[in-house]
């Protein structure tokens, strides 16, 4: 739910061979806002005036009145994506490996133009590892 009363929820639907999923958004008093489909949609996360949701076509943001305001590639794909947005409007999202990103795995960040930044666990792993060894060593010596 967002700051005005709408309420925002994903439905799978199938009717005979025809299957997809309908992120929805409904008013306060009930009514239907507007309605996104894809063939897989995940959890939205709402921020602002902003709506994102992974999605079998990608990572998808879309305004409050349901206009598209970006969308990045397929790579994004429902299973994968676990977007949240930072206090700046960054949106930030986890993807493991079959993602079909660089390195299969990490963490993507999307600003306002969007720019993705893509830390892959092969690398972002190790640059924590070091940055708690650094850490240890450094309350160990404190002590």
């Known amino acids: 739910m967002d700051g005005n009363g709408i309420i925002y929820f994903v439905r799978y639907n199938a009717t005979g061979a025809n299957t997809y999923y309908s992120l929805f958004a409904i008013n306060p008093n009930g009514t239907l ?4 489909r894809d063939s897989e949609i995940g959890t939205p996360v709402i921020h602002g005036n902003m709506v994102v949701f992974g999605s079998s076509s990608g ?9 598209l305001l970006w969308k990045l590639g397929g790579a994004f794909d429902v299973q994968y994506a676990r977007p949240a947005i930072g206090s700046d409007g960054t949106v930030y999202a986890t993807t493991t490996a079959g993602a079909g990103l660089v390195n299969d795995a ?3 960040a999307v ?22 060894a650094i850490l240890w060593r ?5 002590n």
Do not use: F, M, Q
């Open 59 to 67: 990572l998808t943001a879309l305004d409050l009145n349901g206009h």
């Open 138 to 142: 450094s309350k160990k010596d404190n």
């Open 33 to 36: 806002r507007w309605e996104y």
């Open 106 to 108: 990490g963490v993507v």
């Open 111 to 132: 600003g306002e133009n969007p720019i993705v930044l893509e830390i892959g666990a092969l690398i972002s792993l190790p640059i924590i590892a070091i940055c708690l």
